[in-house]
């Protein structure tokens, strides 16, 4: 019998080095676990599970909005599980809305295969759809999605276009203007922040929208590390002073000056004189993706004479 469905796969990105680091038992314990966890998310939207294939999961729902809504509640679930964020553990997801044929509890045909190609270019903590499923939606506002271009499937002539589904509480503001102002610009006595990654300076005053940190294109500053989270860290100017907060998986690492590093997990912290940030990883393992930070008073230059 055919019917049209909204296909949606999901799988543990890290599951392989939890085998290597916590043995057999534990890692088919969380592996386990986290599956649990998403059939759970799974049947609060109306889908169900059709199948788990050694650490992914395929589930079908009635149309296109459930089965984007349950995918972001998939990744929120999993991304405040601190057992999971322990483990380094999350999630990729891939889904269609399309024609499929039921038989023996199973489910077959194009948009079974569409599905799995989404799911095979997703990233951890990523959620790709086809743009045609995103158009299907009579209430698009709900989501927030953006183009990523075209993609082949198996079967089809031509490449289809894809979109990302950006799921994190904070991606309004990925839309912002990143209101920074460039160290090389001249213009010192409006420097509040100065911030140096690899050999890139940027400068942020007190009039600055919120500043984001992660491995998104779109991040105000771009970390591109396995271990940092899209929409990892956010800076911001308040009550008179500047603000790291994290809104990721595994937490943000603050040092001011020679004192001990500060851990931070959906919490925040202020920023003070000069120091370092660390996106995912302690900073004595992260050597290559440090961010040196320095604030000073509004009418004076910072001093970033940090490593480039």
């Known amino acids: 019998m055919s019917s049209m469905l909204t296909i949606v796969f999901a799988d543990v990105a ?40 050694g650490d992914e999961i395929m ?51 194009d948009a079974v295969n569409t599905a ?57 503001n990925v839309t912002m203007v990143q209101r920074a102002i460039r160290i090389d610009s001249g213009v010192w006595s409006r420097i509040n922040l100065a911030l140096r990654y690899r050999g890139q300076a940027t400068g942020l005053d007190q009039f600055a929208q919120p500043f984001t940190l992660g491995r998104d294109a779109a991040s105000g500053l771009v970390v591109d590390a396995d271990w940092v989270s899209r929409y990892h860290a956010l800076i911001e100017y308040k009550r008179g002073y500047f603000v790291v907060s994290d809104r990721s998986t595994n937490g943000t690492y603050v040092k001011f000056g020679e004192d001990q590093e500060v851990r931070l997990h959906r919490d925040e912290v202020r920023l003070r004189g000069g120091g370092i940030i660390s996106l995912g990883q302690s900073i004595a393992v992260n050597s290559e993706h440090l961010v040196y930070f320095q604030c000073s008073d509004l009418d004076a230059p910072p001093q970033a004479d940090s490593p480039a």
């Open 14 to 53: 890290g599951s392989t080095k939890l085998f290597e680091t916590r043995g057999n038992l534990e890692a088919r314990r969380l592996v386990a676990a986290i599956l649990n966890a998403l059939a759970e998310v799974t049947a609060r939207h109306g889908g169900r599970v059709i199948k788990t294939i």
């Open 116 to 172: 799995a190609r989404m799911a095979s270019l997703a990233k951890r903590e990523q959620i790709i759809t086809t743009a045609s499923t995103v158009k299907l939606l009579t209430n698009a506002g709900m989501l927030r999605t953006r183009s990523v271009g075209q993609a082949r499937v198996s079967g089809k002539q031509k490449p289809i276009d894809i979109v990302d589904v950006m799921w994190q509480e904070d991606n309004s």
């Open 59 to 109: 589930c079908t729902f009635p149309g296109p909005m459930q089965g984007l809504l349950g995918a972001v509640d998939m990744q929120k679930r999993i991304a405040q599980d601190l057992d999971f964020a322990r483990d380094s553990l999350a999630i990729r997801i891939g889904l269609h809305h399309g024609e499929t044929l039921l038989e023996d509890n199973d489910v077959f045909g």
